[in-house]
């Protein structure tokens, strides 16, 4: 496998990375559309599943790997720097400071879970479709997005909210939030999966890879294999 990175993979890392620092920030707001409670990181956060799959699927999972341990590290500088924001003093005559503190004063809390739920959902992502993809030589990728979004999305809402949200939202609101946003994270993907499906063929195409990952190390800290 090359070593070198391509401007499609750039663009998809640089995507990813954006996706979810939005989203943490997003978490902090809890909505409820049509009677359905969720956050609004729902807005953002599949798209990161989405893109995994991409890259998952072109360039494989060390590739997956490097770009899911540069998300961790983006996330964590979002707490460094929101929390040196917080302790700083405010000017005397600004007047955002209560709403400011509560968005990026739960940013630590919000940011452990999310990074706890992003690594093993997005892990399991990557490590599904590299095997499914090996198992049905490279067909049937609807069918392997879907089921590999589903059982990433679901660990992912099992890690966050119960670490995010307990005491915050009652415990029947907790439970119906996990299973929703696993739910429509999932459909979120099975409906923009037509334009995942042309997004592959096309990197495929202009990119030049389509790798399988046969012999390969499923190591997540094994960083210097990418």
Known sequence: MQKTVTIPF???GILFNICLVTSNLLETKVIQIFGITATAGLIV???????NDCIAEVWGFKKARL???????SNFLLILFSQISVQLPAAPFWEGEEAFNFVFGLAPRIAIASLLAFLTGSFINAYIMSRMKVSYQGRSFSIRAIISTLAGESADSLIFFPIAFWGLVPFYELLIMIGTQALLKSLYEVFVLPVTIRVVKYI???DGQDVYDINTSYNILNMKDI
């Open 45 to 51: 956060f599949p798209l990161s599943y989405i893109i």
């Open 67 to 73: 770009i899911i341990w540069s998300g961790f590290a």
């Open 10 to 12: 750039m663009l998809l």
């Open 204 to 206: 495929k195409k202009v």
